[in-house]
Structures are given as structure tokens and as C-alpha cells.
């Protein structure tokens, strides 16, 4: 009687499954962001603004998983293109917003769809409860070790 192996310590880590995950389903993905003229980072700047009201700078690197002096130097090229603008904070001068321009907006809204489309054919083998059920766990997972808002 044969008794299979147990899985090797990263093939069963979860971690180490979401850190594959994304990568690979990220990849296929960032040939399109460069074929349409943009940078990883750029399309993650661009992806979190639209849609969004005014956040900090210090937010948007939270959420785009870069570092704060990283997105200062995007966003000084995206302002220059017309993609963005920064607005003071009446309440904390010390904090800087961000939000997406028209311009900006007309540019991400193609990529949009197309990543729309991209993580549609990914979650299609799993059926649609499946997929839903998938993005609420992770969703879930963010939402309770996320750090606190500042």
C-alpha cells in the first residue's frame, strides 16, 4: 500500500500560494500594461484612483504595494502627463491627496476592460460562486490584517 508524500512546507503555505498566485496571473497581465505604454506601477496608481475619491499619498502606496518616495516619483510624471493632480488637505496640510484627472480616467478605462477580461477567463474554470466565494475570502483575509487607517 503506497501512502503519497505530504506536500512540501511551500506548496501547502498559504502565503507562499498567494505570492504564486499573483505572480503568475499578474504576468500575463503586465504585457498588456506595457503594450499600452505604462508601467506595473503606473497601471496600479492609475487602477486605484479611478473610481475613488481624493486619498493620500501615503494610502495610495498602501494599497498599491509600493513604497511612498516610489509613488511620489510616479506621480510627478503622471501630474506632468496630465493623469493626475494633487490637492492640499484643508484639514492637514501635511498630507498631500491624489485623485485622477479626466485624462487620466479615459486612459486606465480601456485597460480596465481589459483586465476585467483577464481575470474573467482566470476565474472561469472555478464557475461564478466559486469566484465570488474566492474574492470574499481574500477580501476578508485583507480586511483583518490590513493595518489600521491613519
Known amino acids: 500500500m503506497s501512502t503519497s508524500a505530504p506536500p512540501c512546507f511551500v506548496d501547502d503555505y498559504l502565503p507562499a500560494l498567494l505570492a504564486q498566485a499573483s505572480h503568475l496571473i499578474s504576468s ?29 499619498v501615503g494610502r495610495l ?4 504595494l509600493l513604497k511612498t518616495s516610489t509613488v511620489t516619483r510616479i506621480l510627478d510624471r503622471m501630474e506632468a502627463d496630465g493623469y493626475v493632480e494633487r490637492l492640499a488637505n ?3 496640510r501635511r498630507v498631500t491627496r491624489v485623485r485622477i484627472t479626466e485624462s487620466g480616467a479615459k486612459v486606465v478605462a480601456d485597460l480596465v476592460n481589459l483586465a ?35
Open 116 to 150: 476585467l477580461a483577464h481575470e474573467r477567463r482566470v476565474l472561469e474554470p472555478f464557475g461564478l460562486e466559486r469566484a465570488e466565494t474566492l474574492k470574499s475570502t481574500l477580501r476578508h483575509i485583507i480586511a483583518l490584517h490590513a493595518p489600521p487607517a491613519r
Open 61 to 64: 502606496a498602501q494599497i498599491t
Open 90 to 92: 484643508p484639514e492637514d
Open 28 to 56: 500575463e497581465f503586465h504585457q498588456v500594461v506595457s503594450d499600452n505604454g505604462f508601467t506595473v506601477s503606473e497601471w496600479r496608481v492609475l487602477a486605484t484612483l479611478q473610481d475613488r475619491d481624493p486619498i493620500s
